[in-house]
């Protein structure tokens, strides 16, 4: 367990739908990353949040928006959904977020949409 | 921005034989460069990372070579076991940078 907690663990929706998903870092860690993972795909960078703040961004579609609340917690949302977005989704944190720091990854969530 | 590739995409060995996972990046800024596994259904786990100013670093069973001169680093597994089956991802990165850029991965499975 690497204590980062993520919810819900599935979620199955249809096309055009809006869901949220919701990441809890590691006591202690400030920096929230969010990546997308397809079938028999690699981790595709999406976003990184630090101190509430977006820090960094890769391949993140319009449709996908995502912020840190004050208390760490952090949420993605993926709007307008297309049958391609299904993928497993993980959050990792890490204490400062720089790439010297080893992110945790949480479960992940896996999106489905029919 | 930065291409990051591994070789080979797939790899099987027998139980007991080593197994060599490259890769090769772009960004000559790179200068720290993990290595991540992920057990299938599972999520990814850093197992071993090197720094640029260090050559090799070897731990237990697996070991992390760096050839910064020719862009690629490359993991190393002795003594190979079922439980090293897995996916295997780099994720060379300029330190201090915000982001880490993966490879493509590499599907492992040690054949009993």
């Known amino acids: 367990d690497s204590g980062v907690t993520q919810t819900p663990k599935h979620l199955i929706t249809a096309t055009g739908q809006r869901v949220t998903l919701r990441c809890s870092p590691r006591?202690?860690?400030?920096?929230v990353y969010w990546y997308q993972q397809s079938l028999d795909q690699g981790l595709q960078f999406l976003i990184q949040?630090?101190?509430?703040?977006?820090?960094a961004k890769g391949n993140i579609l319009e449709r996908f928006s995502a912020q840190q609340f004050p208390d760490l917690h952090s949420e993605l949302n993926l709007s307008s959904l297309e049958l391609g977005d299904s993928a497993l989704y993980f959050c990792?944190?890490?204490?400062?977020?720089?790439?010297?720091?080893?992110?945790?990854f949480g479960p992940g969530t896996r999106l489905t949409v029919l | 921005g930065e291409n990051v590739e591994q070789h080979p995409s797939t790899l099987s060995v027998q139980e007991g034989d080593s197994a060599v996972i490259k890769c090769t990046y772009s960004?000559?800024?790179?200068?720290?460069f993990p290595w991540y596994k992920q057990e299938l259904g599972k999520r990814p786990q850093l197992i071993i990372d090197?720094?640029?100013?260090?050559g090799e670093k070897k731990d237990q069973r697996i070991a992390v070579t760096l050839n910064k001169t020719a862009k690629h680093f490359s993991l190393h597994i002795t003594e190979t076991q079922p439980e090293d089956s897995a996916v295997y991802f780099c994720?060379?990165?300029?330190?201090?940078?915000?982001?880490?850029?993966f490879g493509t991965g590499t599907r492992l499975q040690v054949f009993p």
């Open positions: 006591s202690g860690d400030l920096s």
């Open positions: 949040y630090y101190n509430g703040e977006e820090r």
């Open positions: 090197i720094r640029s100013n260090v």
């Open positions: 994720a060379p990165s300029p330190y201090n940078t915000d982001k880490l850029i």
């Open positions: 960004d000559s800024a790179s200068n720290y």
């Open positions: 990792a944190s890490s204490v400062e977020g720089t790439s010297r720091d080893e992110q945790f």
